[in-house]
T-cell receptor, first 114, second 117 residues
Framework: AQSVAQPEDQVNVAEGNPLTVKCTYS??????LFWYVQYPNRGLQFLLKYITGDNLVKGSYGFEAEFNKSQTSFHLKKPSALVSDSALYFC????????????FGKGTRLHILP | ETGVTQTPRHLVMGMTNKKSLKCEQHLGHNAMYWYKQSAKKPLELMFVYNFKEQTENNSVPSRFSPECPNSSHLFLHLHTLQPEDSALYLC????????????????FGPGTRLTVT
């Protein structure tokens, strides 16, 4: 069965430092992977996706994610964190057996410290 | 947030009330979804509509009843809810090129914060 894991409940990073939010996945077949962000009292916003091609995917707000097939990981990264990046981040993988079902991780809360 | 809108944004209802949540997408999408987001639990998919046809009911209790009159509108009708149904209800939409093809990434509305008293 498809699954996605976010091993950290919370990540704290100082403003201006690089940030990484971790995600690992388990799928049968080729993965379709996504990152979403949720700000307080808001819905989820799509950040980026990996379907095929270049392992480094660039997305909104300066975020990027690196697909690593051998480690089955899809970590979210940003070179220099902003206080406004503080939010809840969700990694997700498409269930290829149920093509309209996206399986979400439990989320990682990112705190950027000024 | 003009892409996917949801009303109301907040709703408090008693266990014997009947209410409806509304979702509208302005993105030209043809698939729509209801999710439930509870504190400290993963996002739960409730219903999926593709081309106005319901294709997924993820073991949701019958006190939740979806309706999709057209590809732009989605409703969730609520009746005799329980306090544990209190949560953020999120609507999402996506585009797929045909009934048998994969859909693309989903776009979410701001959610309705539901409190059942």
């Amino acid at each position: 069965a498809q699954s996605v894991a976010q091993p950290e409940d919370q990540v704290n990073v100082a403003e201006g430092n690089p940030l990484t939010v971790k995600c690992t996945y388990s799928v049968s077949g080729n993965p379709y992977l996504f990152w979403y962000v949720q700000y307080p009292n808001r819905g989820l916003q799509f950040l980026l996706k990996y379907i095929t091609g270049d392992n480094l995917v660039k997305g909104s707000y300066g975020f990027e994610a690196e697909f690593n097939k051998s480690q089955t990981s899809f970590h979210l990264k940003k070179p220099s964190a902003l206080v406004s990046d503080s939010a809840l981040y969700f990694c997700a993988v498409r269930d290829m057996n149920r093509d309209d079902k996206i399986i979400f991780g439990k989320g990682t809360r990112l705190h950027i410290l000024p | 947030e003009t892409g996917v809108t949801q009303t109301p944004r907040h709703l408090v209802m008693g266990m014997t009330n009947k209410k409806s949540l509304k979702c509208e997408q302005h993105l030209g999408h043809n698939a729509m979804y209801w999710y439930k987001q509870s504190a400290k639990k993963p996002l739960e998919l409730m219903f999926v509509y593709n081309f106005k046809e319901q294709t997924e009911n993820n073991s949701v209790p019958s006190r939740f009843s979806p309706e999709c009159p057209n590809s732009s509108h989605l409703f969730l009708h609520l009746h005799t809810l329980q306090p544990e149904d209190s949560a953020l209800y999120l609507c999402a939409s996506s585009f797929r090129q045909g009934p048998k093809t994969l859909s693309y990434e989903q776009y979410f509305g701001p959610g309705t914060r539901l409190t059942v008293t």
